[in-house]
């Protein structure tokens, strides 16, 4: 395939912003795509309709009527729905009540079947639309069984003799590890389980996450610093053995930001808009969050925010050690999570004692978000690991100053304030800490008492391009590298795995 030729790219993910959203998955799945469009690319996109997904609101059209899926033995139904991202990027939604009727998105017990099922009924419905990609592009472990499936199941099907798999991995801390059941659900146990001779845990279960590394003709993750941290079993949650067998075709690409969409100056939650020629129209932004959270008001006391999932992942441990310290200086902090019930006590109870100086709110608000990141003047993410982050970024772009652990995606994109030459765009800390955590935030509010050198920081984060334009080409020509490396044989004999 010439480089000039367009591709058709179908992009599979189990979250898509505006439709349904827990993390970054969904802002990359409904951002992404609109940049490749703007490439001259033909890229669609699939996920479930699940209940939660107004048909009205979103003005879904019924693309085909229901079609017969296997699953295991037996046939399931699936129609399939079609909205739009942006201006012209379609989106299949797959429908089955059964599967998708529910509350939440996740963290049910069927949640392999669930999955193995938007992938099948994806794949399936290619056909009956007569639009046949060059490139499947999977996001995390629930739709990593497709690469699988193209190697085995799939191979010998003309449709799909040119269709090449990419594999983005979000976060390799969930990997979808389940029985053999799941296997014969998805139509491949006569190929068996995996195995690898550092990988002993993967004997006996099937990790979704595995087979995309394995199957996929090329992987990415979502920062360069990333690529590499998971080759190391510190950041390599058990699977860096397969990882680095498969470095070769492994890359990092840093996510970008949805700058229509994240633009303090046109958006329309906040109390204020601003751009970088007018921060001083931002206080107000300030004011009206310190009211909305019960705070002092007081545009002057440096307020650190924070927007997060609360799992151990994002460094609450050493934060947690060291908040009542924090608290003890002269800032406001202001929090919004869900998550681990632990840090929904532990914050709950910061919010208790420090009443006026600290807000918590246990709650997934988008809306609030935006406020957040506009009325703040720092955000703190100590994460333990960070494939990218996007927070930081959104909030650069809102001219809240970030302070992290140089970490995965943050230690990409957020660069230590040298306060001599006064290059840097934030703070940052190595160790994972808490007192490298308290002094980083310490450093922060020495720097925020010098109101020129804090505007120059903010204007530095305000002013960088972390939009998807330079990512969105790396893509392209991701995809290009997987068209190319589609040939290459695996050896399946090497995984335990047979060929039949
Ligand atoms: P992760 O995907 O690990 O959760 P990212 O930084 O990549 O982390 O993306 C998190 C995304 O989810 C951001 O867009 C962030 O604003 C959003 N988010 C997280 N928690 C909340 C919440 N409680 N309310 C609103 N948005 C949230």
């Avoid at 998708?100 to 963290?107: C, H, N």
């Avoid at 906040?270 to 545009?299: F, G, M, P, W």
């Avoid at 918590?360 to 100590?382: C, H, R, S, W």
Wanted: charged residues 25%; contains cysteine; proline residues 5%.
């Amino acid at each position: 395939m010439k480089e000039q030729q367009p591709l058709k790219i179908l992009l599979l993910a189990a979250e898509v912003v505006p439709f349904a959203k827990t993390g970054g998955l969904a802002d990359v799945a409904g951002s992404l795509p609109k940049a490749i469009r703007a490439l001259g690319h033909d890229i669609r996109v699939a996920m479930p309709r699940y209940g939660r997904i107004d048909p009205v609101r979103f003005d879904l059209k019924k693309a085909l009527p229901a079609f017969p899926v296997p699953m295991n033995k037996h046939m399931e139904e699936a129609a399939v729905l079609q909205g739009v991202i942006g201006q012209d990027v379609p989106v299949y939604m797959i429908e089955n009540a059964k599967y998708y009727d529910r509350d939440g998105i996740y963290m049910y017990p069927d949640d392999a079947e669930r999955f193995v099922f938007f992938c099948r009924s994806s794949l399936e419905m290619l056909n009956r639309l007569g639009w046949c990609p060059d490139i499947i592009h999977c996001h995390d472990w629930h739709t990593a069984i497709v690469p699988n499936w193209l190697k085995t199941l799939y191979k010998d099907d003309p449709f799909f003799a040119h269709t090449a798999t990419v594999y983005t991995i979000h976060n390799l801390a969930y990997q979808g590890i389940f029985g053999h059941r799941v296997l014969e659900i998805a139509g491949i146990a006569e190929y068996g389980f995996m195995y690898h001779p550092e990988m002993a845990d993967m004997i006996e279960v099937v990790d979704f996450m595995a087979r995309g590394i394995f199957f996929a003709d090329v992987i990415n993750t979502v920062s360069e610093r990333h690529a590499q941290e998971i080759l190391t079993p510190e950041f390599g949650e058990k699977l860096d053995p397969l990882l680095r067998d498969r470095r070769d075709r492994l890359f990092g690409i840093l996510n970008g930001v949805d700058y229509e969409v994240m633009n303090p100056a046109t958006d329309k939650y906040i109390a204020q808009n601003y751009d970088v020629e007018h921060l001083e129209n931002r206080v107000a932004n300030k004011l009206a969050l310190q009211r909305e959270a019960n705070l002092k008001e007081d545009e002057a006391i440096p307020l650190i925010g924070i927007i997060s999932r609360l799992s151990d992942q994002k460094g609450f441990d050493i934060l947690g050690d060291v908040i009542d310290h924090l608290l003890d200086l002269d800032l406001q902090f202001v929090l919004m999570g869900t998550g681990d019930p632990h840090y929904h006590e532990m914050f709950s109870r910061v919010a208790q004692v420090y009443a006026g100086k600290a807000a918590v709110f246990l709650t997934f608000n988008a809306e609030l978000a935006q406020k957040i990141y506009a009325g703040t003047d720092m955000f703190l993410m100590p994460s333990r690991f960070e494939p990218c982050g996007l927070n930081q970024l959104v909030a650069m772009r809102y001219g809240s100053v970030p302070i992290v652990r140089a970490v995965g995606g943050l230690a990409d994109t957020v660069k230590d304030l040298n306060p001599q030459t006064g290059e840097g765009n934030g703070f940052s800390f190595e160790p994972h800490d808490r007192w490298a955590l308290f002094s980083a935030v310490v450093r922060a509010l020495e720097n925020y008492k010098y109101k020129e050198a804090w505007h120059k920081l903010q204007v530095r984060g305000m002013t960088a391009d972390f939009s998807w334009s330079a990512s969105a080409k790396k893509y392209v020509d991701l995809y290009y590298r997987a068209l190319a490396a589609r040939g290459k044989e695996i050896k399946l004999e090497d995984y335990g795995l047979v060929e039949e």
